[in-house]
Structures are given as C-alpha cells and as structure tokens.
C-alpha cells in the first residue's frame, strides 16, 4: 500500500540520517534514499533546490524545511545554512501524496551567485524569498488541483507568507512554526529580522484555508504564548499543544494519522 511503501522509505531515510550524523546529507543522497527526483531550479531572484515525487491524490504536498544553522555563534553567520538534520523531509517521505521539497533561497548548496548572508539572517523570510519559492511552487502546481503546505519552524513562517500569496491553498499545517518572528526574537534576544516579513503582522488568511498548527508542550523555541494570538485571529485554524513533544521529537510517530486525518477533511480535496 502507499502507506507501506512510505514508512519503508521513511526508515531509508532515517538510516542515512543517522550514518551522516557528522554532516549534512548530500542531495544526491536524498533524492536517491526518499525515491525523490532532485533538480536546481530558477525562482524570480533564486535558485532552489527541490525533491518530488509522484504519488496518490489530486493535491500538492509542499514541504519547507526549518531555517538549520544560520548562525554559529552570537557574531558568528554560517557559510551554509542548511540543518544537519532535515525534518520535513523525514516527514514527506512517510506522505503517499504527490511530494515537493521545496528548498529554501541559498540552502542545499545552490552555489547561487544571489545568496549573500542577508538572505539567510536578516532577510529569510523577505517578500523577494516569498516571490521566488511562489513562483518555483507555481510551476508544479499547475498540474493538481491545489496545495497543501506544511513547514517547519522557520518553514511555517514561510508557508503562511506564501499561502497569503495563492489562491490554490486548501491546507496549511506549521510544526513549531514561528508565527511570530517578533515574539520570537524578543523572547530569545535575537536581532530583529529587518526585511523579513512578519506573518502576525500580516492580514488573516482566507477562510477557505484550514489551519492546524501544531506544537510540542516541551518546545523551548517556540511558545504557546508567542503564537496563539496569531492563530486566534485566523478565520479556521485550529492550535493543537501535544504533551511530551517538543521543537523536534517526535512527529514522525504523528505524521501517518494527521495525515490520514487532513485526508478526510474536504478542504484537502477542494481548495
């Protein structure tokens, strides 16, 4: 069944993440162990990496990876962004839907004469990276009957920039995701994200669009209190707190079910 076929997938993945532990996986490596095509791609500023596949249904599954490591200390930017550890794409690998891993401007070694620190820090959740990751998406789109987006951390963020942005989003799904970015970084100390976008500070999203916002009752990076008020003034969004998870562990253990659940829902069929 897909749903067999995915979990064997899934524990591909899981394999290789482990053997790679000391860096990131390649995306040869991950295109080959979640049975996902890789290709480079040119967005409106950007180049993208991304991962699709094939599967069941009328709808897109768009997954947005976290934002990973774009600093390595408190002065400190990384040279590459990307996360030694990749989530989303654990996550996609256990959804028998059509699959896209969409990558985000300057991760995934693009080698992207356009990437510049900015785009990684101060700018990674700018209107110029929601332009471009949209019109990567609008090429892929075309071919369904709509899309649901899922991210995480950083990666909800960006869903809901782009999802405000469409017109073909029937679900939308964060994982931690920070729905707040300026909650988020006075909570933490950080610098304010000067020219991101700040999906609180951002129009509600169309009532057409179902929301379940996930979050782990143990997450430290994110908080109940940063982004309920954020989700409360959604017109259909739902925030569901989970006991005993948090930022990072353990959504593959929910993923099969939610998914199954977003299944039934008839905004999944009907954007």
């Known amino acids: ?11 591909s993945l ?34 993208h990496r991304s991962l699709s596949r094939p599967g069941a249904g009328p709808v897109l599954h768009v997954y947005i990876e976290g934002d990973g490591r774009p600093w390595l200390g408190p002065n ?24 896209l891993y969409l990558g985000r401007p300057c991760y ?8 510049t620190p900015e785009w990684w820090t101060f700018y990674r959740y700018g209107a110029t990276v929601v332009q ?21 951390s950083g990666g909800g963020t960006l869903t809901m920039l782009m999802a405000a942005r469409r017109s073909d989003v029937g679900v939308l799904v964060t994982v931690g995701g920070n729905l707040d970015t300026h909650a988020w970084t006075a909570q ?7 020219g991101s976008l700040d999906p609180a500070r951002q129009p509600p999203l169309p009532a057409a669009i179902r929301q379940l916002h996930l979050l782990g009752e143990e997450d430290e990076v994110i908080t109940r209190e940063m982004i309920e008020p954020v989700v409360q003034r959604q017109p259909d969004a739902e925030l569901r707190v989970l006991p005993d998870y948090d930022h990072r562990c353990c959504w593959e253990q929910l993923w099969p079910s939610l998914l199954r659940e977003l299944a039934a829902s008839p905004a999944a069929a009907d954007p």
């Open 1 to 11: 069944t897909p749903y067999l076929a995915a979990r064997r997938t899934a524990a």
């Open 76 to 99: 400190r930017i990384a040279e590459d962004p990307t996360g030694r550890r990749l989530m989303m794409l654990e996550l996609a690998a256990l959804d028998p839907a059509p699959i």
């Open 108 to 115: 995934f070694d693009t080698a992207d004469a356009a990437c």
């Open 132 to 152: 471009s990751m949209n019109a990567v998406l609008d090429r892929y789109a075309q071919a369904f009957a709509g899309v649901a987006l899922f991210g995480h």
């Open 188 to 194: 933490h100390n950080y610098a304010p994200l000067t």
């Open 14 to 47: 899981l394999l290789l993440l482990c053997t790679v532990a000391c860096a990131p996986a390649t995306v040869q490596q991950m295109a080959v162990e979640t049975g996902m095509q890789s290709r480079l791609e040119q967005g409106t500023d950007f180049l």
